[in-house]
Nanobody, 129 residues
Framework: QVQLVESGGGLVQAGGSLRLSCAAS????????LGWFRQAPGKEREFAAT????????HYSDSVKGRFTISRDNAKNTVSLQMNNLKPEDTAVYYC??????????????????????WGQGTQVTVSS
């Protein structure tokens, strides 16, 4: 099992940047695929980005591709989401999620929240226009 705690959310103007972090505790962190999902007010939670167990492959939603970058540090048990050129429509609660997936590549298979059994509590990101 793995426990996840997000940090780094806040208020930023449109065009600005934020970096979210997710710290994991538990065993064998490097065997987990990790994802970032987000939920805007009144909307369902949606996929943003995922990274494989090794960090060698990533997959993004079309809405964040080219602006967001997911990365991980297996030595520090952390996963990050660098968000650049933020837009008001990026306003949401951002969640970190994990699934045991050693030797699997990141792909749209992991674009569904149903693949992930472990979740953090979320961190709020608000982008003002």
């Amino acid at each position: 099992q793995v426990q996840l705690v997000e940090s780094g959310g806040g208020l930023v103007q449109a065009g600005g940047s934020l970096r979210l972090s997710c710290a994991a505790s538990g065993r064998a962190f490097s065997g987990y695929a990790l994802g970032w999902f987000r939920q805007a007010p009144g909307k369902e939670r949606e996929f943003a980005a995922t990274i494989s167990w090794s960090g060698n492959s990533t997959h993004y939603s079309d809405s964040v591709k080219g602006r967001f970058t997911i990365s991980r540090d297996n030595a520090k048990n952390t996963v990050s989401l660098q968000m650049n050129n933020l837009k008001p429509e990026d306003t949401a609660v951002y969640y970190c999620a994990a699934v045991w997936a050693p030797y699997r590549s990141a792909s749209d298979y992991y674009a569904s929240q149903t693949r992930f059994p472990y979740w953090g509590q979320g961190t709020q990101v608000t982008v003002s226009s």
